[in-house]
């Protein structure tokens, strides 16, 4: 739980020209344990943009969750009860979203999500102050789905943990993708063993797998995959291909196709600048997390440059607006302020001595979300 | 430094109802719900302690009923806040937003739990006691990552912390009252307890089974309703608990956790009566001061527990009255 | 389903359960001669797994690396047992849980400064890379059958080991009296070291095998902690012989359940609600196995009668 805090000495104006009020932003992020790779490169992308800024009047206060939704919850009264924040964001996991961001939203706080997206806050339980940068949680799967469709595969084997990210991420899969099934798998979260899976996938007849397992477990299917001999094609979601796990998965990986709405190579003046810069600063290839984080800074920083978010409704409007460069290209909130944007196909490549992807084509083009109808703002 | 140990429990006491008023006075809320997590951690160590301390029974699943109080809560309040029914067969409700109604629900269910896993378990002792009771943990925690009706993994998210007749509890300070005045009366009741007839033979089963049952007595009886009583206890916190965050979810029935409550009671003293709420206030404090100074507070946190075992048996209390306290 | 998905499955259990042995049989011995309950026993499965994942990716050698894991996780364990668990060996178990699950943290922790928070790579060596065809065409991955292998190979070394040489004399009679082999003029404390860096290496070793299928991460050490405890209470505590059957009944409870539980609720459920509710339930399945197992037996299946 380090406190990071920003800040320099010069006195600032806001681009309206009014004298700036300081702005206090709680990011709560996972920076210890197994998850810290995806919280640390949110944060660095995130304090990336502020600093690039030149703002001096943001202070971000940034704290460790542990991944531990308790914890995540005693983090969040202490930004608003005791820091008192005006906007908050940094989560990573979905799970300790649902625990933090309900609450947070209802107690006046503007929340930004740079990663997580369950489905409750884009349906029935979004709310006006709640933000997603990121994506709903269903978007890569169903990205998946339709490029299964495109790539003309017709009977795949899906799978993905027991849990209600993994059930979203079979559903998701199933929404887009047109063909047969030739088996649906639900294995145990954080199984680090996929033997008796790689054989029924080779039992099954199937053309082509899709399979949602996140960190670690991706790495374990991904080794055990290649060494099987099974060569059915493999498409997944950007989560098991990052750039921060990609190096642990080796040539396993080479070849795989994933779906992701960002890449290193997405060509727009922002994102090269992102790209060097990230790598600049932290001397790493900057991942899916940091572009998140990035964008997120950003979007926060446009609405900044129009109001204050003690003006609620004005900073609301700014942020509704999204009237900011994205790594991604163009980027725009639908109606449940959840992005609505194109989602592209990656293969895993090498470069060198290091593992990265590469766009292939679009899989979904200016794509909403399926809970977007529910939502009554 | 020999202190006595009634003088320290009273200081503690007063000195965990001064912080919060403290606070209160300088706006400070934080610190408020700070202590109130310390509170209700304290509650739990202090009913795994009926077992651990005086029995000598060490569950290393406490944090099952811990959990299942979570879940009882959970439950009855998504069901309150949905508008939805809960249809268990032979009974339906819609639920409940009242935290005593809560409180009940979570004992009973935990007793009941309680009662069936000790009547599984109880046979055996030693490391096989320790291993079985983490199993039993372990089925509801892949149980409850699995259910999806309730969240699953994700959990469940009580938007407004439940009620209490005549107070606002989501004013920190009169959510701590309420905690303040459970953990109190629970100790009471501990205090009655370990010197009853029963927690005499209790404590005498620890030491010596067969001569409680020379003397007529069943040990297997006295540990069940030790058992039972104990996860009761846990199972009141857990609800408290999960009021605390607005939220309950599967990692309330994590080893980790049952491992945390075992922690707290060390670290203050085994088997004494402010043992758990000491070891739980610093604990809290440590996790709070340490994890503000670096992110790799745990190396600190586990130097400080080694330390505590190899050279302060008996804990803080332990080193406080000079008196190591009872031997498991 | 086929029987030759069936055989793959089996030789699938195998393979998870002598894992699952090369844990345990470090972690029964150490309960059984010393009487000491050590949850740091993951922590040195994840040593071994990061030093080879070091020595691998620095020379290139696999061979290397498992070398590697061996010295690392047979050293770690000599030092902690010589500065914090020779001082437990008279403690309760409850002392030894907490001063074990401290040294968890720290290892855990000391790892995440040294290494970084992404996982490591290791990579199984190309000579054993891919699969092999078994008689009745079943393909099957090469690595994961000379895992077995060396798990057999492990669990008949260790049997040589306590029944026919000087050491394992010592240490069955350590077992039934540990008084008594000071007495003797035995050193105990050199024993006790020398038993605990066994150990210790055993665990490195399933570590650096496992991590070049699975990934090399903090943490890595605890589920297979919790599994390997599972093992040794079904088997009996101490009894090297009950972690072998444990380990091979957990493996195989656990492969089997996950494959055909789920195809046994299809019987009479909608696939995808037997799909869920079939690996809901065969996660919690050898937690059951054991709950069954003590309830049954009190003191494991091979576990001394009191």
Known sequence: MKNLILATATAALCATGVLAEDVKVGMITTLSGGGAGLGIDVRDGFMLAIAQSGRDDIEVVIEDDQRKPDIAVQLSDKMIQSERVDVMTGIIWSNLAMAVVPAAVNQDVFYLSPNAGPSPLAGQGCHQNYFNVAWQNDNLHEAAGSYANGAGYANSFILAPNYPAGQDALTGYKRMYDGELAGEVFTQLGQTDYAAEIAQIRASGADSVFFFLPGGMGISFLKQYADSGVDIPVVGPAFSFDQGILQAVGDAALGVVNTSQWNKDIDNPTNAAFVDSFQAEYDRLPSLYASQGFDTANLLLSALSVAHPNDADAFRDALRAADFDSTRGDFAFGPNHHPVQTIYAREVIQEGDVFTNKIIGVALENHSDAYAAMCKM | MKLNERAINTVVLLGLLALPLYALVVDEPFTITLVTRAVILALAAVGLNIVLGIGGLVSFGHALFFGIGGYAMGILAYHAQTYTTLNLGFFSTGGTKLMPVIWLVAMTVSAIVAYVIGKLTLRTSGVYFIMITLAFAQMFYYFTISWAQYGGEDGLSIYIRNDFPGLNTLVPIQFFAICFVILCSVLFLYARLQASPFGLALNATRQSATRVEAVGLDPMKLKLLAFVISGAVTGLAGALFADLNRFVSPTMFSWQLSGELIVLIIIGGVGRLMGPVIGACVFVALEHFLGGLTSFWHIYLGVILLCIVLFARGGILGLLTGKEGAHV | ?306
Do not use: C
């Open chain 3, 1 to 306: 389903m086929s029987s030759i998905l069936i055989i793959e499955q089996i030789l699938n259990g195998l393979q998870f359960g002598v894992m699952l042995f090369l844990m345990a049989a470090g972690l029964t011995l150490i309960f059984g001669v010393m009487g000491l309950i050590n949850l740091a026993h993951g922590s040195l499965y994840m040593v071994g797994a990061f030093a080879a994942a070091a020595v691998a990716g620095l020379t290139g050698s696999f061979l290397l690396g498992l070398i590697a894991a061996l010295i690392a996780a047979a050293f770690a364990g000599a030092i902690i047992e010589m500065v914090v668990i020779r001082r437990l060996y008279k403690a309760a178990h409850l002392d030894q849980v907490l001063a074990t699950f401290a040294l968890i943290l720290i290892f855990s922790e000391g790892t995440r400064w040294v290494f970084g928070s992404f996982p490591l790579f290791l990579d199984i060596p190309d000579a054993l890379s891919g699969p092999v065809t078994l008689p009745g065409g079943i393909q099957y991955p090469l690595y994961r059958l000379t895992l077995i292998a060396i798990g057999l190979l492990v669990a008949l070394g260790l049997w040589a080991l306590i029944e026919r040489t000087r050491i394992g004399i010592q240490i069955r009679a350590g077992e039934n009296d540990r008084e008594m082999i000071g007495a003797l003029g035995v050193d105990i404390s050199k024993l006790y070291t020398l038993i605990f860096a066994l150990g210790a290496a055993l665990a490195g070793l399933a570590g650096a095998l496992v991590g070049a299928i699975q990934s090399v991460q903090v943490g890595m050490g605890e589920p297979v902690l919790i599994l390997a405890f599972v093992v040794i209470v079904i088997g009996g505590i101490g009894s090297i012989r009950g972690a072998f059957v444990g380990a091979l009944l957990v493996g195989l409870t656990d492969t089997l359940g996950g494959v055909f539980l789920p195809e046994l609720f299809k019987l009479f459920m909608e696939a995808g609600a037997a799909q869920k509710s079939g690996s809901a339930l065969a996660s919690m399945s050898i937690y059951m196995l054991m709950g069954l197992v003590l309830i049954w037996r009190p003191t494991g299946l091979f576990g001394a009668r009191t």
